[in-house]
Protein backbone atom coordinates (compact mmCIF):
# COMPACT_ATOMS: atom_id res chain seq x y z
CA UNK A 1 0.00 0.00 0.00
CA UNK A 2 0.81 3.50 -1.03
CA UNK A 3 -0.22 4.93 2.45
CA UNK A 4 2.75 4.06 4.87
CA UNK A 5 4.99 6.03 1.83
CA UNK A 6 3.52 8.60 1.44
CA UNK A 7 2.78 8.90 5.37
CA UNK A 8 6.31 8.74 5.72
CA UNK A 9 7.71 11.21 2.86
CA UNK A 10 4.64 13.52 4.96
CA UNK A 11 6.87 12.79 8.53
CA UNK A 12 10.03 13.87 6.50
CA UNK A 13 8.88 16.91 5.13
CA UNK A 14 7.94 18.01 8.43
CA UNK A 15 11.07 17.18 9.79
CA UNK A 16 12.97 19.00 6.86
CA UNK A 17 10.68 22.08 7.39
CA UNK A 18 12.09 22.42 11.15
CA UNK A 19 15.20 22.14 10.19
CA UNK A 20 14.74 24.96 7.06
CA UNK A 21 12.56 26.98 9.52
CA UNK A 22 9.69 27.78 7.31
CA UNK A 23 7.72 30.63 8.57
CA UNK A 24 4.03 29.04 7.93
CA UNK A 25 5.17 25.81 9.63
CA UNK A 26 2.77 26.05 11.88
CA UNK A 27 -0.26 26.07 9.42
CA UNK A 28 1.40 23.49 7.35
CA UNK A 29 2.19 21.13 10.32
CA UNK A 30 -1.70 20.99 11.03
CA UNK A 31 -2.38 19.85 7.46
CA UNK A 32 0.16 17.41 7.09
CA UNK A 33 -0.52 16.10 10.32
CA UNK A 34 -3.66 15.60 9.70
CA UNK A 35 -2.95 13.91 6.44
CA UNK A 36 -0.82 11.04 7.97
CA UNK A 37 -3.62 10.37 10.45
CA UNK A 38 -5.97 9.43 7.98
CA UNK A 39 -3.11 7.20 5.75
CA UNK A 40 -2.00 5.72 8.78
CA UNK A 41 -6.01 4.84 9.84
CA UNK A 42 -7.33 4.23 5.94
CA UNK A 43 -8.10 1.10 5.32
CA UNK A 44 -7.94 1.02 1.32
CA UNK A 45 -4.75 1.40 -0.54
CA UNK A 46 -4.40 5.50 -1.78
CA UNK A 47 -3.64 4.14 -5.28
CA UNK A 48 -7.68 2.30 -5.44
CA UNK A 49 -9.59 5.35 -4.23
CA UNK A 50 -7.36 7.27 -7.17
CA UNK A 51 -7.78 5.43 -9.44
CA UNK A 52 -11.81 4.79 -8.97
CA UNK A 53 -12.66 8.74 -8.03
CA UNK A 54 -9.20 10.56 -9.20
CA UNK A 55 -8.31 14.01 -6.89
CA UNK A 56 -11.84 13.80 -6.01
CA UNK A 57 -11.84 10.85 -4.08
CA UNK A 58 -8.60 11.61 -2.33
CA UNK A 59 -10.29 15.22 -1.17
CA UNK A 60 -13.21 13.45 0.07
CA UNK A 61 -11.34 11.72 2.93
CA UNK A 62 -10.41 14.83 4.41
CA UNK A 63 -7.46 15.71 3.03
CA UNK A 64 -6.63 19.28 1.70
CA UNK A 65 -6.18 20.05 -1.93
CA UNK A 66 -2.17 20.72 -1.80
CA UNK A 67 -1.92 17.73 -0.15
CA UNK A 68 -4.35 15.69 -2.17
CA UNK A 69 -2.28 17.04 -5.27
CA UNK A 70 0.69 15.54 -4.08
CA UNK A 71 -0.50 12.54 -3.07
CA UNK A 72 -1.72 11.97 -6.60
CA UNK A 73 2.02 13.48 -7.82
CA UNK A 74 3.20 10.37 -5.73
CA UNK A 75 1.00 8.05 -7.24
CA UNK A 76 1.64 9.23 -11.47
CA UNK A 77 5.57 9.57 -10.60
CA UNK A 78 6.94 7.93 -7.54
CA UNK A 79 8.20 11.04 -6.34
CA UNK A 80 7.27 14.21 -4.61
CA UNK A 81 8.92 17.27 -5.93
CA UNK A 82 8.79 19.29 -2.86
CA UNK A 83 9.91 16.36 -0.83
CA UNK A 84 12.92 16.25 -3.17
CA UNK A 85 13.66 19.74 -3.70
CA UNK A 86 13.56 19.94 0.01
CA UNK A 87 15.98 17.92 0.73
CA UNK A 88 18.74 19.25 -1.57
CA UNK A 89 18.16 22.82 0.14
CA UNK A 90 18.47 21.18 4.02
CA UNK A 91 21.06 18.95 2.87
CA UNK A 92 23.76 20.62 5.34
CA UNK A 93 21.69 21.31 7.98
CA UNK A 94 19.80 17.95 8.21
CA UNK A 95 23.86 16.73 9.17
CA UNK A 96 24.62 19.07 11.09
CA UNK A 97 21.33 18.77 13.04
CA UNK A 98 21.91 14.29 13.16
CA UNK A 99 24.78 14.97 14.61
CA UNK A 100 24.11 16.98 17.62
CA UNK A 101 20.90 14.55 17.89
CA UNK A 102 23.69 11.84 18.16
CA UNK A 103 25.13 14.12 20.89
CA UNK A 104 21.31 14.14 22.43
CA UNK A 105 20.67 17.84 21.71
CA UNK A 106 17.44 17.99 19.88
CA UNK A 107 16.63 20.32 17.02
CA UNK A 108 14.95 22.69 18.98
CA UNK A 109 17.67 22.89 21.56
CA UNK A 110 20.08 23.36 18.83
CA UNK A 111 18.21 26.30 17.06
CA UNK A 112 18.37 28.11 21.03
CA UNK A 113 22.29 27.33 21.37
CA UNK A 114 22.63 28.75 18.16
CA UNK A 115 20.40 32.27 18.95
CA UNK A 116 22.00 32.46 22.02
CA UNK A 117 26.16 32.18 20.44
CA UNK A 118 26.37 28.92 22.82
CA UNK A 119 27.06 26.94 19.74
CA UNK A 120 28.47 28.50 16.12
CA UNK A 121 26.39 27.24 13.83
CA UNK A 122 28.61 28.40 11.16
CA UNK A 123 31.28 26.67 12.33
CA UNK A 124 30.15 23.17 11.78
CA UNK A 125 28.77 23.77 7.99
CA UNK A 126 31.90 23.74 6.24
CA UNK A 127 32.90 19.94 7.68
CA UNK A 128 29.22 18.80 6.89
CA UNK A 129 29.19 20.02 3.54
CA UNK A 130 33.03 18.18 3.00
CA UNK A 131 30.90 15.25 4.64
CA UNK A 132 28.51 15.55 2.23
CA UNK A 133 30.52 15.13 -0.23
CA UNK A 134 32.92 12.46 0.75
CA UNK A 135 29.48 10.10 1.83
CA UNK A 136 27.53 11.21 -1.36
CA UNK A 137 24.04 11.52 0.02
CA UNK A 138 22.56 12.58 3.47
CA UNK A 139 21.38 9.38 3.88
CA UNK A 140 25.40 7.67 3.92
CA UNK A 141 26.35 10.90 5.78
CA UNK A 142 24.07 9.76 8.54
CA UNK A 143 25.04 6.34 8.97
CA UNK A 144 28.72 7.19 9.15
CA UNK A 145 27.97 9.50 12.10
CA UNK A 146 25.97 7.13 13.62
CA UNK A 147 28.81 4.92 13.56
CA UNK A 148 31.24 7.21 14.68
CA UNK A 149 28.75 7.96 17.40
CA UNK A 150 28.21 4.27 18.73
CA UNK A 151 31.78 3.78 18.48
CA UNK A 152 32.82 7.21 20.39
CA UNK A 153 29.78 7.15 23.40
CA UNK A 154 30.67 3.09 24.13
CA UNK A 155 33.83 4.34 24.95
CA UNK A 156 33.62 7.75 26.51
CA UNK A 157 35.16 9.51 23.84
CA UNK A 158 34.36 12.79 22.29
CA UNK A 159 33.89 13.09 18.23
CA UNK A 160 33.23 16.00 16.21
CA UNK A 161 32.47 16.00 12.98
CA UNK A 162 35.52 15.63 11.38
CA UNK A 163 36.19 12.62 13.56
CA UNK A 164 34.07 10.84 10.60
CA UNK A 165 36.78 11.61 8.21
CA UNK A 166 39.33 10.39 10.07
CA UNK A 167 37.36 7.20 10.75
CA UNK A 168 36.08 6.79 7.16
CA UNK A 169 38.50 3.81 6.19
CA UNK A 170 38.08 2.40 9.26
CA UNK A 171 34.27 2.53 9.64
CA UNK A 172 33.24 -0.64 8.48
CA UNK A 173 35.71 -1.61 11.50
CA UNK A 174 34.31 0.76 13.85
CA UNK A 175 32.11 -1.50 16.65
CA UNK A 176 30.40 -0.45 19.97
CA UNK A 177 32.39 -1.54 22.61
CA UNK A 178 31.00 -4.52 24.22
CA UNK A 179 28.84 -3.77 27.36
CA UNK A 180 29.93 -6.86 29.91
CA UNK A 181 28.07 -7.23 33.35
CA UNK A 182 29.61 -9.24 35.91
CA UNK A 183 27.58 -10.44 39.09
CA UNK A 184 28.44 -9.33 42.90
CA UNK A 185 27.44 -9.96 45.88
CA UNK A 186 27.49 -7.02 48.35
CA UNK A 187 30.77 -5.63 46.72
CA UNK A 188 32.28 -8.80 46.15
CA UNK A 189 32.82 -10.07 42.77
CA UNK A 190 31.26 -13.63 42.00
CA UNK A 191 32.36 -16.15 39.73
CA UNK A 192 29.99 -19.60 38.13
CA UNK A 193 31.82 -22.65 38.38
CA UNK A 194 30.79 -24.42 35.45
CA UNK A 195 32.15 -27.92 36.96
CA UNK A 196 30.58 -27.74 40.49
CA UNK A 197 27.64 -26.17 38.84
CA UNK A 198 27.69 -23.33 41.91
CA UNK A 199 28.27 -19.94 42.58
CA UNK A 200 31.09 -18.67 44.39
CA UNK A 201 32.04 -15.33 46.01
CA UNK A 202 35.22 -14.21 45.65
CA UNK A 203 36.38 -12.46 48.95
CA UNK A 204 38.91 -9.63 49.45
CA UNK A 205 41.65 -12.10 50.01
CA UNK A 206 40.65 -14.00 46.79
CA UNK A 207 38.96 -17.13 49.03
CA UNK A 208 36.14 -18.31 46.50
CA UNK A 209 33.30 -18.57 49.39
CA UNK A 210 30.42 -20.85 48.13
CA UNK A 211 27.35 -18.94 47.31
CA UNK A 212 24.72 -19.32 49.64
CA UNK A 213 22.09 -16.99 48.58
CA UNK A 214 19.17 -16.24 46.63
CA UNK A 215 19.16 -15.30 42.64
CA UNK A 216 17.78 -12.50 43.22
CA UNK A 217 20.66 -11.22 45.27
CA UNK A 218 22.91 -11.41 43.01
CA UNK A 219 23.40 -7.61 41.32
CA UNK A 220 24.97 -7.51 37.89
CA UNK A 221 27.22 -4.35 37.24
CA UNK A 222 28.15 -3.11 34.12
CA UNK A 223 32.33 -3.59 34.20
CA UNK A 224 33.78 -1.09 32.01
Partial sequence: MANKEISQIFEEIIKLLEIKGDKALNYKLKAYRNAINILDNLKIDINDIYKEKGLKGIRELGIGEKNAKKIEEYIKHGKIKE???????????????????????????????????????????????????LAGSVEKAKEAIDKVAQWANTRKLDYAIETVFKKWLELDRLKPKEIVKKPFYKGDLMIWSETKKKWFVISKYGEWLEYAGKKEEIEWRIVE
Avoid at 102 to 114: F, I, P, V
Avoid at 118 to 123: D, E, F, L, Q
Fill in 83 to 133: YEELKEETAIQSIIAHFFETKGLSLQELKENAKKRKIIYSRFTKPAKQLLE
